[in-house]
């Protein structure tokens, strides 16, 4: 747990001190957490996992990743590594509520992944000795709206 804290803090240090700009002048942090998840509640698209929630789950959940040089990880119990990582989510039985899936395609009230990430997840049965997740910088409101967006379109691939 404490690998956990050290890499999130190690994370959050390195990241409050860049700011990347794209040509257009804008943050490129602010362009991978923007979504088509406005237009998936009119009708639109729906966000595609690679290029739209691998990288906010690459940018703030750190401890469910397998680190490049080997080492073991802080939360071996889910792995979203590119690969890997749509696998370990989607029709996948929660740990912490048997019976809950992590992610189920079209349903956001009944994917733990949205509990854990928007702190309802004691309200569904999950532990009250469980921090929302990411424990130490929760997601934007619009980083949470795209991953719903992307659950409520089927969570494809």
Not at 130 to 146: G, N, S, V
């Amino acid at each position: 747990m404490r690998t956990c804290w050290q890499l999130c803090l190690g994370f959050v240090l390195l990241t409050a001190c860049e700011s990347p700009i794209d040509d257009a002048g804008d943050s490129a942090a602010t362009d991978t957490s923007t979504s088509t998840s406005t237009s998936t509640e009119t009708g639109g698209e729906t966000p595609e996992f690679a290029a739209e929630i691998q990288p906010i789950l690459e940018s703030a959940c750190l401890c469910h990743f397998s680190p490049a040089n080997g080492d073991d990880m802080s939360a071996p119990y889910l792995t979203l590594n590119a690969g890997v990582g749509l696998g370990e989510l989607v029709g996948v039985d929660a740990v912490q509520v048997p019976g809950m899936k992590r992610v189920v395609p079209g349903d956001i009230q009944n994917s733990y992944l949205v509990h854990k990430l928007r702190g309802t997840h004691v309200d569904v049965g999950g532990p009250a000795d469980t921090d929302p997740m990411p424990p130490l910088l929760a997601l934007d409101e619009t980083q949470i709206t795209t991953i719903e967006a992307w659950i409520a379109g089927g969570a494809p691939g």
